[in-house]
């Protein structure tokens, strides 16, 4: 006997057939996301500073060669891990006078041809995260003049109090939700037609049994 098996237009059959319930399923998958979403997930705010690492070698820059540039480079490179040291967050959090910024998450991005680099922060709170991205800036300056061969790390754009939420994505959510929906009410069809074992014409006994069909018993009504 033959596995049963589902063509592309016996599907398309079973969707038109059970219509309701692939239109029902990924609409209520999408609903129940969003109302999740919007109730359960707060929003995120996210407040950039952006900085330009000064090095002391560039003070004379008519003697700059391509070394001083690339030693420039790498010592951005090392400027952005320092922001995200121990040291960094644990002072920036003593100066903002709470015990630690584990409530935020901290990003740091830098191009890799120049020595400029940009610090992000993301929590709940618009204002608070602009003067955490501000504070870190600081810190960050005074602790690279510090431990290392930068002459400062100065600020070009503060950070400023975001005026719209950067997050949670909740149409993104949504939409994933709603393609689960529709592959679960899919799925659900398929199988249903497969453990449905009822031989609804001669096609199908073909099918099933390998054999041809040589002869029908007509139904008779009373």
Not at 68 to 97: C, E, F, I
Not at 162 to 185: D, Q
Request: charged fraction near 20%; aromatic fraction near 4%; include cysteine.
């Amino acid at each position: 006997m033959k596995e049963k098996t589902v063509t592309l237009l016996e599907l398309m059959r079973l969707l038109r057939k059970h219509l309701k319930l692939v239109i029902a399923l990924p609409v209520l998958c999408a609903v129940a996301a969003a109302a999740v979403s919007w109730a359960l997930l707060p929003n995120t705010y996210t407040a950039s500073v952006s900085m330009y690492v000064l090095t002391k070698s560039s003070s004379d820059s008519s003697n700059i060669t391509n070394s001083d540039l690339s030693a420039s480079q790498m010592l951005t490179n090392d400027v952005v891990s320092l922001v995200k040291s121990d040291r960094v967050l644990a002072d920036t959090a003593k100066a903002l006078k709470m015990e630690n910024l584990s409530d935020y998450e901290i990003s740091v991005e830098s191009a890799t041809t120049t020595r400029v680099l940009t610090v992000s922060v993301t929590g709940e709170s618009a204002q608070t995260v602009a003067i955490v991205a501000n504070e870190l800036a600081e810190t960050a300056d005074s602790v690279a003049k510090e431990v290392m061969d930068v002459k400062s790390v100065n600020v070009i754009d503060q950070a400023a109090e975001p005026s719209s939420p950067s997050g949670p994505p909740r149409a993104m959510y949504t939409a994933v939700a709603f393609l689960a929906g529709l592959f679960l009410a899919v799925a659900i069809v398929v199988v249903l037609d497969i453990v449905n074992t009822r031989v609804r014409n001669a096609e199908e006994v073909e099918e099933l049994l390998g054999v041809p069909v040589i002869g029908r018993i007509p139904v008779i009504k009373s």
